[in-house]
């Protein structure tokens, strides 16, 4: 069972380069989650979804765009990178039951330049 | 709009001894979970507690545990008899029943001297 799979682990983009940010869950999770996280601001939430088809903002949303057209996939877009996107991103998945645990990727340690 | 609080950046405990480690959170919702993550230096993220609004029996863990005091909507996280490999950073996280936004706090990064 692999759980949450984020690809790739590491990566470097120059301003104004775009990519996208692979998460694939093969535990038929309903919620999907994108996180930063950058060094004494804790985990701040990007995108979720609660479906395919379904996705919502979360606080951070700017500069990126997801899409959820399967259950397993939740693909993170950034458009035009940043210096202020250079972070860690975290992919994560939970059941539809509130009090079940989120099950998180390994994280993407992603540096733009 | 629901949000987490974790004021301490840091904390440091005596091997074996206990420590506490503070959460406040803010929501107008009744029904509502908390949990608490921990985030050793691998980056992996691990769920260390959890614990249901509507319980009124705080959660335990083996040397976890919580305080959970709803009026003042505090969520603290008690770790006995502390071992080296308790070093990493904690945080807390909250989950509502009226959205299915998994909001996190700042984190603390707890240091277990030998």
């Known amino acids: 069972n692999a759980g949450v799979t984020q690809t790739p682990k590491f990566r470097i983009l120059k301003i104004g380069q775009s990519m996208t940010l692979q998460c694939t869950q093969d535990m038929n999770h309903n919620y999907m989650y994108w996180y930063r996280q950058d060094p004494g601001m804790g985990l701040k939430l990007i995108y979720y979804?609660?479906?395919?088809?379904?996705?919502d903002k979360g606080e951070v949303p700017n500069g990126y765009n997801v899409s959820r057209s399967t259950t397993e996939d939740f693909p993170l877009r950034l458009e035009l990178a940043a210096p202020s996107q250079t972070s860690v991103y975290f992919c994560a998945s939970k059941r539809l039951l509130l009090n079940t645990e989120a099950f998180f990727g390994q994280g993407t340690r992603l540096t733009v330049v | 709009a629901q949000t987490v609080t974790q004021s301490q950046p840091e904390m440091s405990v005596q091997e074996a001894e206990t420590v506490t480690l503070s959460c406040t959170y803010d929501?107008?919702?009744?029904?509502?979970?908390l949990f608490w993550y921990k985030q050793p230096p691998s980056r992996q993220m691990i769920l260390v507690i959890r614990?249901?609004?509507?319980?009124?029996q705080n959660a335990t863990e083996n040397r976890f545990s919580v305080n959970f005091q709803k009026a003042a909507k505090s969520f603290s996280l008690k770790i006995s008899d502390s071992q080296l490999g308790d070093t990493a950073m904690y945080f807390c996280a909250f989950m509502t029943g009226a959205n299915s936004k998994l909001t996190f706090g700042k984190g603390i990064t707890l240091s277990v001297r030998p």
């Open positions: 614990q249901e609004a509507y319980k009124q």
């Open positions: 979804s609660v479906g395919a088809g379904i996705t």
């Open positions: 929501t107008s919702e009744s029904n509502y979970y």
